[in-house]
């Protein structure tokens, strides 16, 4: 996923997502494809919940 990233971005997995949606405010990015994986959803974290 590293690759897939921006500079000064940090991408999310679904797995973290799910771990951390409740208290920070994230962005549905798209589908990426993952080594090993295939087509993973990903999203941006923007910052925590106001």
Not at 11 to 23: C, F, G, Q, T
């Amino acid at each position: 996923m590293e690759s897939h990233g921006l500079p000064g971005k940090i991408l999310v997995s679904p797995a973290m997502y799910e771990r951390i949606k409740d208290d920070f405010e994230l962005q549905y990015r798209g589908l990426i494809e993952v080594k090993g994986k295939g087509a993973m959803p990903t999203y941006w974290l923007l910052g925590a919940q106001p």
